[in-house]
């Protein structure tokens, strides 16, 4: 029932938001997929904020996130937890990012609670429509990284991706861009454990250009 009300509430509002603002055109990137970092990087300047609300079973419920390109080859983010409170790190720095393939490096999940970081290193075959990426991630064990998001169109992404390992998650979900500033972000997470209650997940994000390049 919790996942029912939580995808109705979630079409809702993509339906008026786009109602009230006519589609606008959009030029805005995907931060990732729903669970797994993603090879493409933030582009130099650009300055998105997010806001993150998910089941405490995949990770700290309430997050804003702050994630700028720096670079066109480097970015870094930075997330508040407030249940528990915490801090988390996370930086990616971009081997090859000439499309229509992709490699990148960084880490992620460093936690002021004392987690250590969890070095990745991951590829990316993007072409217009469809975007594929592969990569192992290390956190207590390597793990296996699998994404494809499917663009529609300017406004909508479907995509899946999965983490290995019994604690990770199969996930569903797409990607609803607004304008060149605003995107949400809803997915259903389906446990590795076999755990049949699905959990939900929800990121909405505004970009904006922090200084002129």
Request: aromatic content about 18%.
């Amino acid at each position: 029932m919790r996942i029912k009300i939580f995808v109705l509430l979630t079409f809702l509002c993509i339906f008026f938001c786009n109602f009230l603002c006519n589609f606008q055109s959009a030029f805005a990137t995907t931060k990732g997929l729903s669970q797994i970092v993603t090879p493409d990087l933030q582009k130099p300047a650009d300055l998105s904020l997010s806001f993150q609300a998910q089941d405490s079973a995949i990770g700290n419920p309430y997050q804003l996130q702050a994630e700028l390109g720096i670079t066109p080859y480097f970015e870094a983010a930075v997330f508040q937890g407030f249940s528990p409170g915490e801090v988390i790190f996370a930086a990616e720095a971009g081997l090859i990012q000439h499309g229509p393939y992709l490699l990148s490096t960084g880490f992620l999940n460093y936690s002021t609670r004392g987690d250590d970081p969890q070095p990745f290193l991951e590829g990316g075959y993007y072409t217009e429509h469809d975007k594929w990426m592969i990569g192992p991630i290390y956190t207590s064990q390597l793990e296996l990284l699998l994404g494809w998001a499917h663009d529609f169109n300017a406004h909508w992404r479907f995509q899946i991706d999965f983490q290995s390992g019994s604690e990770n998650f199969s996930t569903v979900g797409f990607t609803y861009t607004l304008n060149d500033s605003f995107q949400i972000n809803p997915a259903v997470f389906i446990p590795n454990s076999g755990d049949t209650e699905f959990k939900g997940y929800c990121v909405v994000t505004y970009t904006f250009p922090a200084w002129r390049n």
